[in-house]
């Protein structure tokens, strides 16, 4: 956002969107992902079929909902490939 958000994804592999401004990110992004759910590795991992985390929903073209909160004690997400439900 120019300031203090930031977000990028490296190809086909991975995301990562940090959010150290004073009001949360919320903002519907080209993740570069394949299309499914993914369990974020910041707050959680992947447990079988299940999120121990947050998730994130990608779809088929590749964006996603991203929502990071300020207040979170880690305010950030973090997804990639080995982590897809």
Same mark, same amino acid.
């Given at each position: 956002?120019?300031? /203090?958000? $930031?977000?990028?994804?490296?190809?086909n =592999?991975g995301?990562? !969107? $940090?959010?150290?401004?004073?009001?949360?990110? %919320?903002?519907? &992004?080209? @993740?570069? &992902? +394949?299309?499914? @759910?993914?369990c974020? #590795?910041?707050?959680?991992? =992947? %447990?079988?079929?299940?999120? @121990?985390?947050r998730? #994130? !929903?990608?779809?088929?073209?590749?964006? !996603?909902? $991203?929502?990071? *909160?300020?207040?979170?004690? *880690? +305010?950030? $997400?973090?997804? /990639?490939?080995? !982590? =897809? &439900?």
């Open positions: 956002n120019g300031y /203090h958000q $930031i977000a990028f994804s490296r190809g =592999k995301f990562l !969107a $940090i959010n150290n401004e004073n009001h949360a990110l %919320d903002q519907n &992004l080209n @993740t570069g &992902l +394949p299309e499914g @759910t993914y974020d #590795v910041i707050s959680g991992n =992947k %447990d079988g079929n299940q999120c @121990t985390g998730s #994130v !929903a990608v779809s088929s073209s590749g964006h !996603a909902q $991203i929502f990071v *909160d300020n207040v979170w004690e *880690d +305010p950030m $997400i973090a997804i /990639h490939v080995e !982590a =897809k &439900l």
